[in-house]
């Protein structure tokens, strides 16, 4: 789960290579079920579309009822491959599954990684559709939510997400309230 957890923080800082080293690295250790979620968003984050889709694929096969497969890891990673085609209205499509259960309990419980990615990738879909008002209230959700979020790297994405979807939006006031917001959330975590 560690190994994991770093494969999908570099993802989210757009460390690819390292990403990419340390879902393998992930994949080596263990095959259980969020490992290999954490690994395959990590690949698709990073690019490595077919990676993604093999580790997937080996997710759907082996666990076909599980209920946090087939309703939030499968539909994100579909959609971040979505993403990866420029397909921004697929990835909105596959999400769908996802959002009854995106503000209950994680999945992923050890608040390492996973925790609320749909609203994440839907933002991304969003910006990526130039609908930056959208993208702005997905984003809004992760941060009305940290005791969900606990310690996800997606908390100081979706501040960045947020800065750039107002920047975006030629909303400059909010984006520079937003940047500013995204600098005083990482100096009360300690990351600056």
Request: include cysteine; charged fraction near 20%; aromatic fraction near 12%.
């Amino acid at each position: 789960m560690f190994q994991a957890g770093a494969a999908v923080r570099e993802a989210f800082f757009g460390n690819a290579a390292e990403a990419r080293r340390a879902a393998n690295a992930a994949l080596e250790l263990s095959k259980s079920r969020d490992v290999e979620y954490g690994a395959s968003f990590a690949l698709a984050m990073s690019g490595d579309t077919t990676a993604a889709q093999t580790v997937a694929g080996d997710l759907e096969e082996k666990f076909p009822e599980d209920t946090c497969v087939r309703f939030t890891y499968l539909p994100i990673n579909r959609a971040l491959l979505a993403l990866n085609q420029h397909d921004a209205s697929a990835a909105l499509e596959q999400l769908q599954a996802a959002a009854p259960y995106e503000l209950g309990v994680p999945c992923s419980w050890f608040g390492y990684f996973g925790n609320l990615y749909a609203p994440y990738v839907r933002g991304e879909a969003y910006l990526a559709a130039h609908r930056y008002a959208e993208a702005a209230g997905e984003f809004q959700k992760i941060l009305d939510h940290p005791g969900i979020v606990f310690i996800d790297p997606v908390w100081i994405a979706a501040h960045l997400q947020l800065a750039r979807g107002f920047a975006a939006g030629a909303d400059t006031t909010k984006a520079k309230a937003a940047y500013q917001d995204l600098l005083n959330a990482q100096a009360g975590r300690g990351t600056v």
